[in-house]
């Protein structure tokens, strides 16, 4: 299983990017895929969740309304399209690929996104 992450960058506050995460070395059309965060001192930090065909998704609190995941089966690749950016949204970002309610079997080697005027 690899799950490579992509797209982080600094942006200014207010600003947007899209994230991408390839998977590869399992089916990833049957699997729930997840985003997760980490910011700079603090612990991970869920922050959404799709369902396999993607028809479902869920998001933290924290980010409702300004993200949106995606993912693109043929391709094999989950997406994160974040808007709306705000300083407190800068940190490491893992794609995560589902093992359960909650839980997480594979990580990413994350993509780091810094939101600073």
């Known amino acids: 299983v690899q799950l490579v992450e992509s797209g982080g960058k600094l942006v200014h506050p207010g600003g947007s990017l899209r994230l991408s995460c390839a998977a590869s070395g399992f089916t990833f059309s049957s699997n729930w895929m997840n985003w997760v965060r980490q910011a700079p001192g603090k612990g991970l930090e869920w922050v959404s969740t799709?369902?396999?065909?993607?028809?479902?998704?869920y998001y933290s609190d924290s980010v409702k309304g300004r993200f949106t995941i995606s993912r693109d089966n043929a391709k094999g690749t989950l997406y994160l399209q974040a808007n709306s950016l705000k300083p407190e949204d800068t940190a490491v970002y893992y794609c995560?690929?589902?093992?359960?309610?909650?839980?997480?079997?594979?990580w990413g080697q994350g993509t780091q996104v810094t939101v600073s005027p």
């Open positions: 799709t369902s396999s065909e993607g028809l479902t998704t």
């Open positions: 995560a690929k589902g093992a359960g309610l909650g839980q997480y079997d594979y």
